[in-house]
Nanobody, 131 residues
Framework: VQLVESGGGLVQTGGSLRLSCAASGFTFGNSAIAWFRQAPGKEREVVSCMKISDNSTFYSDSVQGRVTISSDRAKNMVYLQMNSLKPEDTATYYC?????????????????????????WGKGTLVTVSS
C-alpha cells in the first residue's frame, strides 16, 4: 500500500491550494480516503473524508464551505481543493485510507473521525498560510 501526497506549499491568507493523493496497492474503489492535518503541538485532526464507491463525503466544521474533496477512480487519485485559506490552516496534511469491509456499510463521518481508525498513511505535505 502506498499513499503519496503532493501539492503543499506556501500561500497567502485568502489563497488556494489543491492537494493530491496518489493511492496504490489496494482496491481503491472499495476504500475510504481521508485528509487529516496536524499542526505543531496539536493533535492530528480529520479535515475531510470520501467513500470512493459512492462519493459520499464528510467535512470538518473548521473547513466546511472552503474545502472540496474529490476523486478520480481511473487514476486512483484523491484531491483536496482548499480555498480562502487562513493562517490556522497551516499544518502538515496527510492522506489516509481505510480498506476494510466496514467501509461498505459505514458513513464517512464514522469511518474517518479518528486518526487511529485509519489503516494506512502517507508521509504528508506541508501547507503554510502566511498572514
Amino acid at each position: 500500500v502506498q499513499l503519496v501526497e503532493s501539492g503543499g506549499g506556501l500561500v497567502q491568507t485568502g489563497g488556494s491550494l489543491r492537494l493530491s493523493c496518489a493511492a496504490s496497492g489496494f482496491t481503491f474503489g472499495n476504500s475510504a480516503i481521508a485528509w487529516f492535518r496536524q499542526a505543531p503541538g496539536k493533535e492530528r485532526e480529520v479535515v475531510s473524508c470520501m467513500k470512493i464507491s459512492d462519493n459520499s463525503t464528510f467535512y470538518s466544521d473548521s473547513v466546511q464551505g472552503r474545502v472540496t474533496i474529490s476523486s478520480d477512480r481511473a487514476k486512483n487519485m484523491v484531491y483536496l481543493q482548499m480555498n480562502s485559506l487562513k493562517p490556522e490552516d497551516t499544518a502538515t496534511y496527510y492522506c489516509a485510507a481505510i480498506k476494510r469491509e466496514v467501509v461498505a456499510t459505514t458513513a464517512p463521518y464514522v469511518l474517518c473521525r479518528y486518526f487511529y481508525t485509519m489503516d494506512d498513511w502517507g508521509k504528508g505535505t506541508l501547507v503554510t498560510v502566511s498572514s
